[in-house]
């Protein structure tokens, strides 16, 4: 499907979209998408789009971050916290906040492989992989909080 946007903020709206529908899929152990996700995907991109739905801060995901900060966010190694940094999702260097929404607690490994490369840029061309569900609901809120 060549699906066209009118902005980008039509465009995140959608990628959101997906995200629901995805977790609706994994919660009810979908193993493909059937009618009910795209269903619920349509639904929600109409109701973004209308003003309907507001796409939600960090909050629950923040608060997740700091009660289960054993492992790292972006390659899922668990280890002790005394051995997790933090890392800024969107890097400072390219105008990342240094607040709770932009970071994230990350192994030594991964921050120093990810340096000041964009979240994407990264996972795709060294990781060669999508990142994980958490990660892509702080970058897709965090890329539409900034810009604006």
């Not at 946007?5 to 994994?26: D, I, K, R, S, V």
């Not at 340096?115 to 994980?132: A, Q």
Request: with cysteine.
């Amino acid at each position: 499907m060549n699906k066209t946007f009118q902005n980008f903020g039509e465009y995140l709206y959608y990628a959101y979209a997906n995200l629901q529908m995805l977790h609706y899929a994994l919660k009810d152990g979908k193993p493909k998408y059937d009618r009910m996700c795209y269903m619920i995907r349509a639904k929600a991109f109409k109701a973004y789009k209308e003003g309907l739905w507001n796409i939600h801060d960090l909050f629950e995901f923040n608060i997740t971050k700091i009660k289960e900060n054993n492992y790292c966010w972006y390659c899922g190694k668990e280890m002790e916290p005394s051995k997790l940094t933090k890392d800024h999702v969107f890097p400072r260097s390219k105008g990342g906040a240094n607040d709770l929404d932009n970071i994230i607690m990350v192994c030594k490994e991964c921050n120093s492989s990810k340096g000041k490369l964009d979240l994407f840029e990264w996972y795709f061309t060294i990781r060669k992989e999508w990142p994980p569900i958490n990660v892509l609901v702080h970058y897709l809120y965090y890329t539409r909080i900034s810009s604006y």
